[in-house]
């Protein structure tokens, strides 16, 4: 059974933006803290963090860039990616912290 799925990554030009959305089956998303993964050539690695309550946390190389939001009354997580740069390609994951699931991921590509 599929908890999570993401959408709309793309290519995109640095500089450009896009907005990453993750949609989550089941009652669980509105109690669950929800993250951001992403991979690149390298390991994965915590892009952003949202609580239950809204509080945030950004991975250093995105403060300022990136922005998580969710909206529990339809299970979605966003990611709004601006100033994208091409260090930002990557496969991103939404990721539920306590249920330990992971969608499938949706590819960003960022061209210089």
């Known amino acids: 059974q599929v908890q999570l799925v ?23 998303f509105s109690v669950e803290t929800m993250t ?9 690695e915590l892009v952003a ?18 922005t998580i939001s969710r909206d529990n009354s339809k299970a979605l997580l966003y990611l709004q990616m601006d100033n994208l740069k091409p260090e930002d390609t990557a496969v991103y994951y939404c990721y539920a912290v306590d249920h330990n699931y992971w969608g499938q991921g949706t590819q960003v590509t960022v061209s210089s």
């Not at 993401?6 to 089956?25: P, T």
């Not at 951001?36 to 994965?44: C, D, E, T």
């Not at 609580?51 to 990136?66: E, I």
Request: net charge positive; proline share 0%.
């Open 49 to 66: 963090r949202i609580t239950t309550r809204g509080s945030t946390y950004y991975a250093d190389f995105v403060k300022g860039r990136f």
């Open 36 to 44: 951001w993964f992403r991979q690149g050539l390298g390991k994965r």
């Open 6 to 28: 993401e959408s709309g990554g793309g290519l995109v030009q640095a500089g450009g933006s896009l907005r990453l959305s993750c949609a989550a089956s089941g009652s669980w």
